[in-house]
Structures are given as structure tokens and as C-alpha cells.
């Protein structure tokens, strides 16, 4: 029992590692880092509005045994907000053939409300 307990916190440590805690989740560091950059782009774009003065707030993860990735991340700035969710696409090999269910893509799509526009102060 007591190897079982050791194991279980080398393994709590290591993947502790590359870990970041960002609005209450824990999350896996290096795809957070990626998948936020591309929404921030995607953002400036949408919102006509400079990354700058965008804020991204974390709003639900993919759940699993480790560290956690963004799965809805709401975005405010320059007078407007609208929410964003992650959407996993299995990746086509070719004709009638896909690849393996962890070969995924994902990009970000904006939530049906679009992107609203808020009175500041307010």
C-alpha cells in the first residue's frame, strides 16, 4: 500500500509540473498557453477590438485525470463580451478513414448569443 501511495505522489508531482491554475481550474500548461493565444487572435478579430484590451476568463474545462484544458472561456473588452467554446474535431486520414480517437483538432467557436455589447459602469 505504502508503494502505491509513493507512486500515486510522483506521479501528482510530475504532472503538477506543467500545470497552471488560472480562474479556479488547474489546468495542463503548454495546450492552455496554445489554445488561449488562438483565441485571443480570434477575438481581436471578432471584437475589432486590440488583444490588450481583451480579458479571457475561464468558464469549464474538459474533465479528466490530470490537469485540465479550457473547454468554455468567456472574453470581454472594448465595450463587448461574448462566450467561446472549444470544439474537439477527429481528424480525417482520408477517404472513409479516420484517425485514432486521440488524433483530434479544436478550434474555438463563438456561442449562438454572439457577441453582445455591454454599457461600461453598468
Given amino acids: 500500500m505504502c508503494r502505491f501511495?509513493?507512486?500515486?505522489?510522483f506521479i501528482i508531482v510530475a504532472c503538477a509540473g506543467n500545470a497552471v491554475?488560472?480562474?479556479?481550474f488547474v489546468l495542463e500548461r503548454d495546450k492552455t498557453e496554445e489554445l488561449l493565444n488562438t483565441l485571443l487572435r480570434r477575438a481581436t478579430f471578432d471584437f475589432n477590438c486590440p488583444a490588450d484590451r481583451l480579458h479571457l476568463r475561464v468558464l469549464a474545462v474538459h474533465d479528466d485525470a490530470g490537469p485540465d484544458m479550457p473547454k468554455q472561456?468567456?472574453?470581454t473588452g472594448c465595450d463587448k463580451q461574448a462566450t467561446y467554446s472549444m470544439e474537439f474535431i477527429p481528424v480525417?486520414?482520408?477517404p472513409g478513414l479516420w484517425a485514432p480517437s486521440t488524433t483530434v483538432e479544436g478550434a474555438w467557436k463563438l456561442d449562438g448569443a454572439g457577441i453582445a455589447v455591454t454599457t461600461p459602469g453598468v
Fill in 92 to 94: 480525417r486520414l482520408g
Fill in 21 to 24: 491554475e488560472r480562474d479556479g
Fill in 5 to 9: 501511495i509513493v507512486g500515486l505522489m
Fill in 73 to 75: 472561456v468567456g472574453v
